[in-house]
């Protein structure tokens, strides 16, 4: 089974630089002969290159040339070439990547609109090339910003060209979120345009706030610096630093954030590249987590979130992994899962777990946690023997819980305070294609969203009443 990832815009194409970066370092680290495995498939092509040109791919042996399946798309191509030429300049081909020098300008129309149609055959070729090497295509992964332009409006038109293209195939999406204090006055409404398009062509969204990603960095490097931990954590944390990996050059203040953002999508994407003992297929996340199509907005959290000095941690250790991925400082979106409505809940660990730890765990934490009424059992497992380097074990919890609905009201509100002085309108109406209407539909499907969440928040904390038997007609 293969994931097809899809990076757009600048955002998109750094935390995709450092989840292939991380991927790699993974694989190397259990796969010391330099074999070309099952789990190496699920990401990277073997390629031999000797044969001129793109080259037939190599299912057995030993490793030739490793390719990402990857398209990595920017309409200001800085990013993308950073990444050609920095250490993973292998990995990617020419044939993988769609830029352009001038930018979005972020504006979601020129993106979406503009740039959309321009290179849409462009995009379509490239994804059948790929997906025609792929034996079984599992998923597409978009990973890009609501922010700027690129990301928010090429982003959502690759999305629909997905959903055109292979309608079967499930598409999930991570998208970072901006926060209030963003840089790009224009965030709010590239930000709802976008949201109406995740609403109907997405399978499932993980949102990601940059505050929160902030946050958590800040509050590792406290911990480390105020030697609280004392000799337990490593100076390094490998969730937020690159080091060990095979970037050397120096850090940008966004790395660190890109990492979690990384690590998130490395312990998602686990079950499909290495073995467990109880594998999770990334479409049965859709499958039990989204009862709604359009509920599904799932909120990650992720720990250890620094390396442990000790790898052999005590089993306590183990219990406070699941007490640590239900509290608020792990998640990578500002919200309070614990006070609202779980429909559903995954969790995906990886280490020496066993599936009692599992249980005990969730029978532990069950108490403190609302589920619906209907889905009082509504837990999805999976277990990957595989730990992420310098880790015994990680845990990512993965929430669809009516807990979004702040985050989404909030956007509406800073969304509505530019738009009701039609303030920076005309950048977008100038660009073809795009009327106000796309601004009044736009907002209104983010409201219609709201207001299913709040129909479930009203169920919340009402007596356990079983919903009427379905009348079968005989």
């Not at 791919?57 to 990595?72: D, E, N």
């Not at 993308?80 to 250490?87: H, M, R």
């Not at 409404?189 to 109907?200: F, I, T």
């Not at 919340?460 to 009348?471: A, F, H, I, Q, V």
Request: with cysteine; net charge negative.
């Amino acid at each position: 089974a293969v994931s097809l990832p899809f990076a757009v815009g600048q955002c998109g194409n750094q935390v995709g630089c450092r989840f292939w970066d991380l991927a790699l370092r993974e694989h190397a680290a259990v796969n010391k002969k330099g074999i070309y495995d099952e789990a190496l498939s699920s990401f990277f092509r073997n390629i031999d290159t000797r044969s001129g040109g793109d080259g037939p791919g190599i299912y057995k042996g030993k490793i030739c040339s490793l390719k990402a399946r990857a398209l990595l798309i920017d309409m200001e191509e800085s990013v993308v070439n950073e990444i050609l030429q920095g250490p993973l300049r292998d990995v990617f081909d020419s044939k993988q990547l769609i830029t352009d020098v001038s930018g979005s300008g972020n504006n979601w129309a020129v993106g979406h609109k503009l740039y959309g149609y321009q290179y849409r055959e462009n995009i379509v070729e490239k994804l059948r090339k790929n997906a025609e090497h792929c034996d079984c295509l599992q998923c597409f992964f978009i990973i890009h910003s609501m922010g700027g332009g690129t990301g928010s409006g090429l982003g959502t038109f690759v999305l629909n060209l997905l959903e055109d293209e292979f309608p079967e195939v499930y598409r999930f999406v991570t998208s970072v979120y901006p926060s209030g204090e963003d840089d790009v006055i224009t965030s709010p409404y590239n930000s709802v345009l976008a949201m109406k398009e995740l609403n109907e062509h997405a399978d499932c969204v993980l949102p990601v706030e940059n505050e929160s990603l902030f946050e958590i960095v800040n509050k590792i490097n406290q911990m480390i610096n105020s030697g609280k931990l004392g000799s337990t954590v490593k100076q390094n944390s490998l969730v937020t630093s690159s080091a060990g990996s095979v970037k050397t050059l120096q850090e940008k203040p966004f790395d660190a954030m890109n990492n979690i953002v990384a690590n998130l999508l490395l312990n998602l994407t686990s079950s499909a590249r290495f073995e467990g003992s109880l594998n999770m297929d990334l479409n049965e996340i859709s499958m039990n987590l989204v009862p709604f199509p359009r509920l599904h907005y799932l909120v990650s959290s992720l720990t250890p979130l620094y390396t442990l000095a000790d790898v052999n941690v005590p089993s306590r250790r183990l219990d406070q992994m699941f007490s640590d991925a239900f509290s608020r400082d792990h998640q990578l979106i500002q919200a309070d899962p614990k006070h609202s409505l779980y429909l559903a809940c995954a969790l995906l660990v990886r280490g020496n777990v066993q599936v009692s730890d599992l249980r005990r765990n969730i029978e532990r934490l069950k108490p403190s946690l609302h589920f619906v009424s209907w889905n009082q059992e509504g837990w999805k497992t999976g277990l990957c023997s595989v730990p992420p380097v310098g880790h015994s074990h990680s845990l990512l919890a993965l929430a669809n819980n009516t807990c979004v609905k702040p985050t989404f009201i909030e956007l509406k509100e800073r969304f509505m305070k530019l738009y009701k002085k039609k303030a920076h309108l005309h950048h977008y109406l100038q660009i073809d294609g795009m009327e106000q209407s796309c601004f009044s539909e736009a907002v209104s499907s983010l409201s219609d969203l709201i207001e299913e969440y709040n129909e479930l928040d009203a169920t919340k904390g009402g007596p356990r009443t079983d919903p009427s038997r379905l009348k079968i007609a005989v």
